[in-house]
């Protein structure tokens, strides 16, 4: 299909995910499949295949070589896209913290979905939260619009000279991958004027310039000295961000801040979501909203670097604050909750009550009646208890599920 | 290939050490052990491949070449992780490729890219990464210096550890008094069986056989995959002065055979004529002692021996 100007094409995430590296100009994916993310790496294959993308499609042996050979290349002068979900991303884990610390630049989508045990499909964010602590860059997609989007805004900050760090986009798996949604494809050339081709900011290897690079450093304040750096780019993204953000909507007319502020003007109740839930969220409001309760909702889109401080001006004034976790620590609890309270601890007019909810795991749906109980509990002291989606229902499936196996609602472990 | 061909090949050949190239790689004064075989293997390979050479390294002991922020090397290094080496190797030759042809990179600046990683690395996690990396066919060269343990973190049990030899995690005692239990991994067999274009074993005590072998792979395209065997004073337990005897007492007694796979034939380069017994290289190196001491055990000695035996068998005339 030749691209001449803006066209809208029903897009899969994945679909949108791939039509998001051809628009880069991306020259090299190394790959390995997994489910949901397959879609992606197969339609980039069949680009390279067919000449409508120029570079080299490799085929890799596990994720850790995926993410070991996209950071070589990148590190050798390449514009570099992947893509991984769940397990992948846990067995590339190592390969993924090592080429955070080559600080090069380079994009990836993981398509969330829940981890074992017990092995399962449907999504949740302890895949991708499991990288929070990486120093990769995160933008967490909400419409399959987005994760095109964020993946053509995702190179611009990665290849910033004052950022030189992988990003990474999220999208959720099923909710997301697999369904269609109307996507508006940016005229190539104007993509090219926004992101033009790979001009790399640092040394990359080639004979002219020989030189060593993610050499053993010793001693901890030598050690200290690069972890700090890292951190310095990272937070150099919270005003670069802006810039890229800003140009992106000038030129293509669509306008994302780090969060997105939904209905959050005079609300009093606020659920704090990310990803394809927020739009359950922003239906929940619009639902609460008709029947007069003043509802909003935060989404958070860029994780890392954490926009504490946007956060928390956005919180300001909310009474009644529930963060949704689509993740569950155990023994802590939900893993974005804290960040939230730090965002908000300093604050005057912070709310009076955060509650942690703690749903959606495994894909498990969060439905109205949902929001309602969060709302309840939000009327309440909430307590440091997190509130976890999961009732009655839920409880009576699965013991139904059982008795078809012949177990008994007794042998249940409780 | 005509025999005028051949008779250039065979006059370019490096025939004694004064032919070696005087210019050195790697400088000396890392941070490696006095008398390592392996720096000394990697020296001798990299006058031959020379400093357009990328360095994609893996963890272990070579990790100390370069320590922030210095380098002894002309060449390109890259440190990655324990098995990330090869498929690092993979995205570096992958990308260099892609500029020389699609944004003009000029062909000087391309670069042999090359794996450096242990024995540990390469016999045990790395492997599948390497298979793979075989079986793509992808262009580089591997070289593994092998100690036969995981020596950086003080010489633990590898799947290259030979039988009878001591290490910190396989200990001789009253029920295991071979310490090592099993022999080591047939690398070569195993790489041998994808059929690469060129796979040899080189020694640091056989120079000239290393440089000509390294000269041979270097003007190949494919995986050409080098095992050297590197005497280790630390470990196996002698002094850094007589890392060049253990070497050729490995190769004299059998026990290290010097060859090379190419074009579907297994050839040995340096074929012992009269193979000393195992306990010359044995009794020689801590690693064995308990074979000798407290009392002599003759039945693991004449097992070791009996493999050597055995393996020689196959290519006796």
Known sequence: ?414 | MTASILDSVEESKYKKVTDLNPQEEIAPGSALCAGCGGLEGMRLAMKVLGEDTLICNAAGCFTLISVYPFTPLKGSWLYTSMSGPVPAAQGARDALDIRMAKHGLDQKENMQVMVVAGDGATYDMGLSPTSAAIHRNLDFIYFCYDNEAYGNTGFQQSGSSPLGSYTMTSPSTLDHPAGSERSKKDLFGIWMAHNPPYLATVSPREPIDLSNKFKKAKDMKGPRLFICLSPCPTGWGFDPKETHLIAKLAVDTGIFPIKEFVNGKVIHTKRPRKRLPVEKYLERQKRFKHLFEPERRDDIIAQIQNNVDTYWEQYDE
């Not at chain 1, 290849?159 to 990003?167: A, F, G, N, Q, R």
């Not at chain 1, 901890?220 to 953000?245: C, D, E, M, P, R």
């Not at chain 1, 739009?279 to 509802?295: C, E, M, W």
């Open chain 1, 1 to 414: 299909m030749e691209l001449t100007k803006n066209k809208q094409m029903m897009l899969t995430g994945n679909k949108a995910a791939a039509w998001g590296a051809r628009l880069a100009g991306v020259d090299y994916v190394p790959a390995f499949p997994i489910t949901p993310q397959t879609e992606i790496v197969e339609t980039l294959s069949q680009w390279f295949a067919d000449g409508h993308m120029n570079g080299k499609f490799t085929n890799m042996d596990s994720e850790h070589s995926m993410f070991m050979a996209a950071g070589a290349a990148a590190a050798t002068g390449v514009r570099v896209f992947t893509a991984s979900s769940s397990q992948g991303i846990l067995y590339g884990l190592e390969a993924l913290q090592t080429i955070a610390g080559w600080r090069v630049p380079l994009v990836l989508v993981n398509v969330s979905r829940a981890l074992a045990t017990p092995i399962t499909l449907e999504p949740d964010h302890n895949d991708v939260l499991s990288l929070r602590d990486t120093g990769i860059l995160q933008l967490h997609a909400e419409t399959c619009q987005e994760v095109l989007d964020y993946i053509l805004m995702a190179y611009r900050i990665a290849e910033d000279p004052e950022v030189c760090l992988p990003v990474l986009v999220n999208l959720d798996g099923f909710y997301l991958s697999f369904t269609r949604e109307p996507v508006i494809l940016p005229d190539e050339a104007e993509v090219r004027k926004f992101l033009p081709l790979f001009k790399p900011s640092q040394p990359v290897f080639q004979a002219s310039q020989p030189m060593a690079r993610a050499s053993a450093v010793f001693g901890g304040g030598n050690y200290s000295y690069f972890k700090i750096q890292h951190h310095l780019a990272a937070q150099n993204v919270l005003t670069i961000y802006k810039k890229v953000a800003q140009e992106f909507g000038e030129r293509f007319g669509r306008f994302y801040d780090a969060v997105e502020r939904y209905r959050l003007d005079d609300a009093e109740y606020v659920f704090v979501m990310s990803n394809s839930f927020a739009t359950k969220g922003k239906a929940a409001v619009q639902h609460l909203r008709k029947n007069g309760i003043k509802a909003g909702l935060l989404k958070l889109s860029l994780l890392r670097p954490f926009p504490s401080e946007i956060i928390g001006e956005a919180l300001d004034h909310r009474s009644k604050v529930a963060v949704i976790d689509q993740n569950l620590a155990p023994g802590m609890g939900g893993i974005i909750y804290p960040e939230i309270l730090k965002a908000v601890y300093r604050r005057e007019d912070r709310p009076e009550h955060l509650l942690s909810v703690i749903g959606g795991l495994g894909g498990r749906d969060i439905q109205e009646g949902d929001f309602i109980s969060i709302l309840q509990r939000l009327d309440q002291d909430p307590g440091d208890d997190p509130l976890f989606l999961f009732d009655e229902k839920d409880l009576k499936q699965f013991d139904q599920l059982r008795q078809i196996a012949g177990f008994s609602r007794e042998a249940r472990v409780s």
